[in-house]
DNA sequence: TAATTTAAAAATCTCGAGAAAACGTATTGA
DNA sequence: TCAATACGTTTTCTCGAGATTTTTAAATTA
């Protein structure tokens, strides 16, 4: 998640009670059960994910990295709220920073990046097939995440990662607050396939204008949607 | 510095011992009296800051968010090491965000940006004169500081804004620990007039050129520093 | 001597309780 | 009826002390 994360494997297991309340946080939190604009009172967490009140509010403090959290001075913390301005900036900016680390990663790239891409290409095409299920589609989440991040995975700037796995789960999050209300229409599982091909063709210009396009595509569908149905989980 | 911080407006007097701390901690990174790579013993230093411990953890887990601290679980918080290849990485990615940033601005900023800019530009101006103490010192840092930042004001995109909040004072770090060995040898106020006139004149093409040397310039006369003189700071 | 084991020391991580601030409600007065 | 004030409740913020884990150092063995 941070770029500390990144360096240091912070993906494995949590070995701290702090990493589990803050991972189980931001999947409350991108997931939608904790709402935009939520205030996240401590004495009442603090109970629903089994720590003290000490280390929840150090949790809190590392989700504000991820700009999933906000807090105000002696007026506690909250869930960053959301609005249809900020996905476009979070779509603009990811559009930007993701081409250019995909123009990068497909110039850089060797054969076991290739392979790596064709693999992550594969399970994400066998999560689309059993399309039922809570967590078929956690998976799916999962694994379109991973093939995205091994698509540039060849790019040599840490601070370009860094910064587009914050944009990325921003995007999700609002990709799944907006999920109830549309279901999936595209046929996305097209739209990879051809980006796994320009990648290996090493087409930059052609992956780049793929990607784009992918990106813009789910900003343009939920901008599509009349704005009190996305308002309609209030900002408390 | 982070999006909250920007938006809630963060930057105003701290309200909690937590931002105390936070931010005596920031100062003290950027300025090198806490050393790259250097632990960070919650006991020694919450006497040292005159906080508890929990708070001072809490502080160390916003300055994560800045990539200017690392933690692995149960090993405690450090400072983040340095390389010439971080630093590379983060003036090539300033590059890039800041010239689009600069370009936006310059399309989009209106009168009032523009009095903004000639007056950050002036007060940067006065702090140039008085060049010596080490308060002088401060103070064109935060000037410098703020003439980049309203340069890139009138740009709309928050996210961008954001990501380039904590690019500059990685480079800032970079900056200060390297300055002991070499003073400043170009002419930045040459440099900083030409920006403010292409900016002006709206002219965004020579405007991002300048800025892009600019940013590159201080990379380049870091990079000439033999590696042994760099690393003379163990990264503990 | 070098490697392994063992034990002491230090540091991290965690929790619960107390002070300060913010919030909501009721009361008062015009 | 409305605004302003005062009070009580809730919540945040903060600290110090105890349980695990890591680190350091010494001792033992091959």
Not at 1 to 25: D, H, Q
Not at 213 to 233: Q, V, Y
Request: aromatic content about 6%; glycine content about 6%; hydrophobic content about 45%.
């Amino acid at each position: 998640m941070n770029i500390s994360a990144a360096a240091e494997g912070f993906s494995a297991e949590p070995k701290t009670l702090v990493e589990s309340a803050y991972r189980a946080l931001r999947r409350d939190i991108i997931e939608g059960t904790l709402a935009p604009g939520e205030k996240l009172r401590v004495e009442h967490l603090k109970d629903n994910y089994g720590v003290g009140a000490g280390t929840l509010r150090e949790a809190l403090s590392l989700l504000i990295a991820d700009a999933l959290v906000v807090s105000q001075g002696q007026r506690g913390f909250r869930v960053s709220p959301v609005s249809l301005e900020d996905f476009g900036d979070i779509t603009r900016t990811r559009v930007m920073l993701e081409c250019e680390a995909l123009r990068q990663s497909i110039a850089i790239g060797d054969d076991a990046w290739e392979a790596n891409l064709v693999g992550a290409f594969h399970r994400l095409a066998k999560a689309e097939e059993k399309r039922i299920g809570s967590d078929a589609r956690e998976e799916w989440e999962e694994r379109n995440r991973i093939f995205h991040e091994v698509l540039i995975a060849a790019c040599p700037s840490r601070w370009l990662k860094h910064f587009l796995s914050i944009l990325y789960y921003q995007a999700e999050r609002y990709r799944r607050l907006s999920l109830y209300l549309q279901p999936i229409p595209r046929d996305i599982h097209a739209e990879h396939e051809a980006l796994l091909q320009a990648a290996i063709k090493r087409d930059a210009d052609q992956a780049a204008a793929l990607l784009a396009e992918h990106i813009l595509m789910t900003f343009r569908s939920i901008e599509a949607i009349p704005s009190e149905e996305l308002n309609r989980k209030p900002a408390a």
